[in-house]
């Protein structure tokens, strides 16, 4: 909650399938995750997501 907002991507749609095209490396840093409505094709680094959040929650790493 101390680190301002980053848009980490936009979902993709595969089929009945949504995928956030990130690299392991910026997801592992991250603690929670959520999903805003934004202009087509995302937002800019320096703007950051709007507000309200359609869904958010914790990121949780597990091993598989």
């Known amino acids: 909650e101390g680190d301002p907002a980053r848009s980490l991507g936009v979902l993709q749609s ?3 399938t949504l995928r956030l095209p ?3 490396r910026d997801l ?6 959520a999903i805003s409505v934004e202009n087509k094709g ?3 680094q320096t703007k950051g997501p709007r507000l309200p ?5 914790p990121v949780i790493q597990k091993a598989m």
Do not use: D, M, N, P
């Open 53 to 57: 959040y359609l869904f958010k929650g």
């Open 42 to 44: 995302g937002v800019t």
């Open 22 to 24: 990130v690299s392991e």
């Open 14 to 16: 595969k089929g009945k």
């Open 28 to 33: 592992a840093s991250a603690t929670s995750l």
